[in-house]
């Protein structure tokens, strides 16, 4: 089946994996067209952050195998994502330490490099911490993170040098409809016709397919990050606090990335096309808060930055991958949720096997679009839905 004609709909992350995995697969049919650029969208705006913590174990596979493709990244792809492994370690409060130890069983049943933290090695790990109410952590040792542009551009890069055309600058403004199937799409200057339009849009996706009559139950919300100055920064993992509602990350030499894990902000909705650039001042402050309660010497640092970002969230916070009943010719790959960066590498192989191959992935199925119709959605902790049980009990 690798006489496909396939187009893709967005240069983020998921779109160049995607178009990339089919390449490399031999698909010689492959366009990639964005409104704007690579990694123009969310993309651009994502902390990176690659772990592997889920209590369902497909995800916890997908993440393990999103870490190991960003590791592995130059001799695969051919450039660098950027990965740094740093570790990754979330902290854990006696109210949560169930859930952490069974998301601890399913990752070593998937081979995750993984383990329970004693609240001392806590304090090793993260010099200075406060770690008062902490019970202990689950450690991640080869998690760190990547650059999420980089990628995105590296994963086209090699797209391209495989023979995929690549258009920026190119709007997709409908899907060219033939019956119920999708059989390509119409940009301002051309009719481009296709057998599978892959829509990786990001939040701007349930837009795009409103016109066939299925509403898919993906809203846009704005996340914000800020980074700190701290001179003389020690080294650090990457640190979630369900406690305080935040994860931080190391960034170059001495900044510290502040990013929110507030269940709160997927109410913060907002038009992905007009969503400020810069974040929220409270959040800020939120965040600045919720970080130096853990780790006091980001008190005395000097905000360098801020920016916000739109998460394309689902209804259960988790991706929509596949077709869409009733409607071929169409795969759908969007509502990330916050978690695309680490499952983009698993995702592109996912949709490349769902164009090329008779037998779809397996892994597929969890995420299929009609699981909101038949209410058999996807269930799994999150470090954001931890920290509904973060007050010890
Ligand atoms: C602040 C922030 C922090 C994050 N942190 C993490 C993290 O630590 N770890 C993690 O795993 N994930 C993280 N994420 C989530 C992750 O970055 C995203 O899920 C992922 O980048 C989404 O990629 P995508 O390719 O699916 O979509 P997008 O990046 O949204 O790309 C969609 C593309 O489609 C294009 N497009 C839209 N409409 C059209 C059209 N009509 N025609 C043509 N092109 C179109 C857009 O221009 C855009 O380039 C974060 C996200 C944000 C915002």
């Known amino acids: 089946m690798t006489g496909q004609r396939v187009v893709v ?8 994996s995607t178009a990339y995995q089919l390449a490399a697969r031999g698909c010689q049919q492959v366009t990639v067209l964005d409104k704007a650029h690579v990694a123009g969208g969310p993309t651009g705006f994502s902390s990176g952050v690659v772990r ?10 997908m993440a393990f195998q999103g870490r190991d493709t960003y590791a592995a990244f130059h001799d695969r792809v ?7 492994q740093c570790g990754w370690l979330l902290a854990v409060t006696a109210a949560n330490r169930d859930v952490a130890e069974e998301g601890l069983r399913i990752q070593a049943d998937v081979g995750v490099d993984s383990r329970w933290v004693s609240p001392a090695e806590v304090v090793d790990l993260v010099p200075g911490i406060n770690s008062e109410g902490i019970a202990g952590g689950v450690y991640e040792p080869t998690a760190g993170y ?5 990628a995105a551009q590296a994963f086209l890069d090699a797209a391209r040098r495989l023979g995929v055309d690549y258009r920026p600058r190119t709007p997709v403004i409908s899907l060219l409809r033939r019956g119920a199937d999708v059989i390509g799409v119409q940009t301002p200057d051309e009719r481009l016709e296709a057998d599978v339009v892959v829509a990786a849009a990001g939040p701007w996706t349930a837009g795009l397919v409103a016109s ?8 846009a919300s704005r996340h914000g990050i800020v980074t700190v100055r ?19 990350r190391p960034e170059g030499t001495d900044l510290t990335l502040i990013g929110s894990n507030d269940p709160g902000d997927a109410a913060d909705l907002v038009d992905p096309d007009h969503c400020p650039s810069t974040a929220d001042s409270d959040e800020v402050e939120r965040m600045l808060a919720g970080a130096s309660s853990r780790l006091p010497s980001v008190a005395d640092g000097e905000v360098n930055a801020s920016w916000s970002g739109v998460y394309d ?6 991706p929509l991958l596949g077709p869409l009943s009733g409607i071929g010719g169409l795969l759908i790959a969007a509502g990330m949720s916050g978690h695309g960066f680490k499952l983009a590498p698993a995702i592109g192989q996912i949709l490349t096997r769902a164009v090329l191959d008779a037998d779809p ?3 597929m199925h969890l995420f299929r679009p009609e699981r909101f119709e038949t209410g058999d959605l996807v269930r799994s902790i999150t470090t954001s839905s931890l920290t509904s049980m973060r007050h010890d009990q």
Request: hydrophobic content about 35%; some cysteine.
């Open 146 to 150: 990547a650059d999420p542009p980089g």
């Open 52 to 61: 592997q913590f889920y209590t369902d174990p497909v995800l916890v596979q």
């Open 78 to 84: 051919g450039a660098t994502a950027g990965f740094v």
């Open 361 to 363: 992935d397996p892994r």
């Open 230 to 248: 701290e001179r003389g920064r020690p080294a650090r993992p990457v640190f979630s606090d369900p406690v305080n509602l935040v994860y931080t």
């Open 313 to 318: 969230v689902s209804d259960d916070g988790f």
């Open 212 to 219: 066939l009559g299925h509403e898919l139950p993906i809203t």
């Open 9 to 16: 709909i967005g240069a983020g992350v998921t779109g160049c």
